[in-house]
């Protein structure tokens, strides 16, 4: 009832941003994001490639959280659900020269239903198990792709067609920009739904979950097809963007990299590793470049944040977000507190 | 120094997390006593086992043993101090025979005869336990594990035994058995400490008691006046 | 009890055993490596047998610091890594110096240093994750351990790879062989005097090993702490210095592994992966945390992998595995052996 009252009192900015799940805040930093890459310095080519790769890690990290933050089960086999929707779309576009727009949609497909195959072989298992299943998975995709070279061309590469016939990034960014919304928005809603209560509760403790009546390997079943299937999805940007691809986008470090920025942004809340994936693509992109006679500098990094996060803060970013944001209303209640008193004699 | 009591609890707040359980319960036991401690169901009694043994972190209050304030040790250190605990839950070790579970509960001995020793003692007092040596903890019956559990915990030879319900899920021909087994025990100068839900029972046995609800000590005595006690009578004698 | 009357109840043990999951799969792997040594000659089965001890201790070590710690670990092939590491540095130079000044009993004893000096470098570096990582670890997580502790050795494992290379670059540090002695020929197969040495060496630390799980106070205590930590803790075992002791054991074991076979792995910095997979895929196939199974799992692995290169070919053997093992799951989740120490179920 109270809920009811309170989405009538709402105006329509406030019911805009709730149907995008943003804060103003976030509504803020995703308009600059926008401009961004059409203000110098910004509008460098290789500045906005990073932008691209930056906003496709955030999609990423937002799948990826949606399994591993709210059912608490880390994808380990994540890259190879990407690499699924990447290699079906590529494949597709090079052997029936179907349109990449439309690969990218089909890709979803294969990424899905493996997802969910092994969902329904290991989610009934402890949490850990399906972690370690699914990096089987993602190994055996992986060892395909390197074998099957009559298909994917192995480690040479697949040549396959882009999406625009551009040789600029610009335009890129907003398809990415466009995905992530989705991704994000799409999964935000899932989340916030009831569905999503029940993901949570299921991640927090299975039995109390299990006990309260709720089936927990259904709810994780489904949760983990809907993370794999936008991996899937993402893939066919990545393959069409990139305009080759090799059996490494299945690789196990490429999952790690995905899953050092969802835990350094906060698990979840989907939107702690979306936030820092492009400052941290830059900042890793960039210390790549100044030690460039030290390869694997930026990968020393990912390995000691993660350590260092996992034990001291696990909540990440987003939790001092919270933190923070806590303490200004705290101040601004003092403030009142303060102010009013003030008034009244 | 001589007179004073063997276990000292004073004023101890225990729980779990946020959770506090037990609130402002002081208790005390003396050199070769048998006192027991009763209550309805989560009440928290084996909380307080579990903090005295430490396998619980108390909140507050202070717990001593022999003069040494123990409220803040590890479980393994207070174990060689001399108190041994008997979970409801049993704790053995599943994958391993009788005899080895028997020589973990004396791990914290090194002398091999006196080993040997409590060990001869331990299958007098159970015989079945020497029959069935070479059984694996996890294939034995509720009964046969609930007198492994006593008699692993009898192997180092403690001077304090906390013993969590006992005779929980045993036939009354066991429960008798668990209880003579503690008699023993109490006739050789084991001082016992005796959580129990047979509460008729427990009262003719021990010297002592005091009654737990809702996490404080609503009532303490002789064992013997607390069984005249009106609420006792009425609670839990059901008469 | 008459001598018929035991005879046929062990008779009908051995049947019973038959029967289980590890007894199909042990028994169909003798088959299957038969079989391949007719068809292919006698080596199968020697190179099975040589790399599945290896892969023994490494496996072995991957499981044990599963059932005590309930680490799912990914930081266990940095310990090989780091094994073949500090062995190909000690044993390089002195070898380098032996070369020119030729003593026939430093030259058979040079190896067993290094391999001395490996585990104890993988003595120290378990002994400071369990410091430095994962016991800050412990003491802040207590619901989500087991996946936290996950993603903790992810992180391990990508700074001590990337740091190695950072240090020591991405050359290939390997030698030729660690003795240089004539080729042995057992039942007409030709096999190398350091495979030969080195799969004896395996065995006798399994063994030793072995015996002190079984009957050492310590072992006991080890196990003791993987089957009830609460128990442990009741008799008075010290959890953090039992739990410290396994990772170093496991890390050693790792690291060992590492040295021995340092003359068909060179040691580079992500030279632990494939040993890592292996070990995985034994212990999954095994039951998690069982150390025994671990032991066995390790020889039908290897022979899955030598078959796959003999009949499939190069390049596949982590592919068809892992399918294999995939396979074996779907009808057994618990793996051929069960976890003799924690169920991987829920219920
Ligand atoms: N590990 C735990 N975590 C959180 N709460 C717990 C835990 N163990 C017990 N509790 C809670 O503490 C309270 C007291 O439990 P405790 O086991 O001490 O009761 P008890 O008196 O032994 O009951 P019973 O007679 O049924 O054994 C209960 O409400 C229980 O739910
Ligand atoms: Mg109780």
């Given amino acids: 009832m109270a809920e009811v009252i309170e989405r009538a ?58 399994t591993g933050g709210y059912i608490n089960i880390v994808n380990f086999g994540f890259a190879a659900f990407v690499g699924l929707g990447a290699y079906t779309s590529a494949i597709l576009s090079v052997k029936l020269g179907l349109s990449p727009w439309i690969g990218m949609f089909i890709g979803i497909f294969p990424a899905a239903l493996v997802g969910f195959l092994t969902g329904v072989l290991t989610l009934r298992l402890r949490g850990i198990f399906a972690a370690v299943m699914a990096w089987f998975i993602g190994l055996a995709f992986w060892g395909l792709a390197t074998k099957l070279v009559f298909l994917t061309e192995g480690p040479l590469g697949l040549n396959c067609p882009t999406l625009l016939q551009t040789s600029s990034n610009l335009p890129y960014f907003y398809i990415i920009l466009v995905m992530f919304m989705i991704s994000y928005v799409v999964l935000k809603r899932i989340v916030r739904s009831n569905m999503g209560l029940a993901f949570t509760a299921i991640g927090q403790n299975m039995e109390a979950a299990r006990t309260s009546g709720i089936n927990p390997t259904r709810y994780r079943i489904i949760n983990f097809t809907l993370s794999c299937a936008f991996a899937g999805w993402l893939g066919g940007f990545y393959a069409h963007y990139y305009g080759i691809l090799m059996p490494d986008v299945m690789h196990t470090s490429k999952t790690i990299e995905v899953l050092v920025v969802v835990y350094i942004g906060g698990r979840a809340s989907l939107w702690g590793g979306a936030a820092i994936a492009i400052p941290f693509v830059f900042a890793m992109e960039m210390v790549r470049s100044v030690f460039s006679n030290y390869p694997g500098l930026n990968l020393i990094f990912y390995g000691l944040f993660l350590i260092v996060i996992m034990i001291y803060y696990p909540g990440g970013v987003a939790q001092f977000y919270a933190f923070l944001t806590e303490r200004f209303k705290a101040s601004r209640l003092v403030r009142l507190a303060v102010g009013n008193r003030l008034d009244s004699p | 120094m001589e007179n004073r009591p063997l276990l000292e609890v004073e004023n101890l707040d225990s729980g779990y997390g946020f959770l506090q359980v037990l609130w402002d319960v002081s208790l005390t036991v003396d050199r070769g006593e048998y006192v027991c401690l009763v209550g309805p169901n989560g009440a928290g009694k084996s909380t307080f086992l579990k903090s005295v043994a430490g396998l619980v972190s108390p909140m507050g209050g202070r717990v001593e043993f022999k003069g040494n304030v123990i409220s803040r040790l590890p479980g393994n250190k ?90 929980l899920g045993l036939a009354p021909q066991m429960t008798a058995t668990v209880f003579r087994a503690l008699d023993v025990l109490k006739e050789k100068g084991v001082t016992i400490l005796l959580v129990e839900q047979n509460v008729t029972r427990t009262l003719q046995v021990t010297d002592r008691g005091y009654v737990l609800e809702k996490g404080k000590i609503i009532l303490k005595g002789d064992s013997k006046d607390l069984s005249q006690d009106k609420h006792v009578r009425k609670a839990y004698l059901g008469i | ?129 369990e410091l430095i990582v994962f016991r800050p670890l412990r003491k802040r997580t207590r619901e989500q351990w087991v996946m936290n502790s996950f993603v903790i050795t992810l992180g391990l494992s990508t700074f001590i790879i990337n740091s190695s290379q950072f240090v020591f670059g991405t050359d290939f540090r390997g030698i030729v062989s660690y003795w240089d002695y004539p080729t042995l020929s057992i039942f007409g197969v030709y096999i190398s005097f350091d495979r030969f040495l080195v799969f004896i060496l395996a065995m006798l630390v399994l063994g030793l090993f072995w015996l002190f799980m079984k009957s050492s106070k310590f072992g006991r205590a080890i196990r003791a702490v993987s089957q009830d930590e609460t128990g442990a803790r009741m008799v008075g075992i010290n959890i953090n210095g039992i739990q410290t002791l396994t990772m170093a054991l496991s890390s050693a074991l790792a690291a060992l592994a590492g040295a021995c076979l340092l003359f068909m792995y060179p040691a580079y910095p992500t030279v632990g992966l494939g040993p890592l997979y292996n070990s995985w895929f034994i212990v999954i196939l095994a039951g998690m945390g069982n150390v025994v199974g671990a032991a066995v799992g390790a020889f039908v692995v290897a022979l899955l992998q030598v078959l796959t290169t003999i009949y499939i070919g190069e390049g596949w053997d982590y592919t068809i595995p892992a399918a294999c093992i995939i396979l074996v799951l779907i009808i057994r989740p618990s793996g051929i052996f069960g976890s003799g120490v924690r169920g991987i179920l829920d219920q």
């Fill in chain 1, 9 to 66: 009192r709402m105006n329509g900015f406030k019911k805009a941003l709730d149907v995008l799940c943003l804060t103003p805040l976030g509504l803020l930093c995703l308009v600059l994001l926008a401009v961004l890459p059409l203000v110098p310095p910004f509008n460098q080519e290789y500045l906005i490639r990073w932008m691209v790769v930056g906003l496709f890690m955030a999609a990423q990290a937002v799948a990826f959280d949606f």
């Fill in chain 2, 78 to 167: 207070i174990c060689r101090l001399g108190i041994s605990y008997i979970s409801e839950e049993l704790n053995l070790f599943m994958g391993m025979s009788v005899q080895e579970n028997l020589a973990m509960g004396a791990f914290t001995v090194d002398d091999k005869s006196k080993i040997l020793e409590t060990q001869d003692f331990v299958f007098e007092l159970f015989p079945v336990l020497k029959e069935r040596r070479k059984q694996f903890a996890g294939t034995m019956s509720g009964g046969e594990r609930k007198m492994l559990a006593l008699g692993r915990g009898l192997m180092s030879s403690p001077v304090l035994l906390l013993v969590d319900e006992p005779s």
């Fill in chain 3, 1 to 129: 009890m008459t001598m018929e009357k035991s005879q046929s109840l062990q008779l009908d043990q051995v049947i019973k055993g038959l029967k289980s999951p590890a007894g199909i799969t042990i028994a169909l792997s003798i088959v299957a490596a038969v079989a391949a040594s007719i068809d292919n000659g006698f080596y199968v089965i020697v190179n099975t047998i040589v790399t599945g001890g290896m892969w023994a201790l490494v496996a072995m070590g991957l499981a044990l610091v599963f059932g005590v710690m309930n680490i799912v670990s990914f930081v266990h092939g940095e310990f090989f890594m780091i094994g073949s590491l500090t062995a190909y540095f000690t044993f390089t130079p002195f070898s380098d110096y032996l070369m020119d000044n030729p003593h026939p009993v430093a030259e058979a004893l040079l190896p067993i240093l290094a391999m001395l000096a490996s585990v104890i470098a993988g003595i120290v570096v378990g002994i400071l994750c």
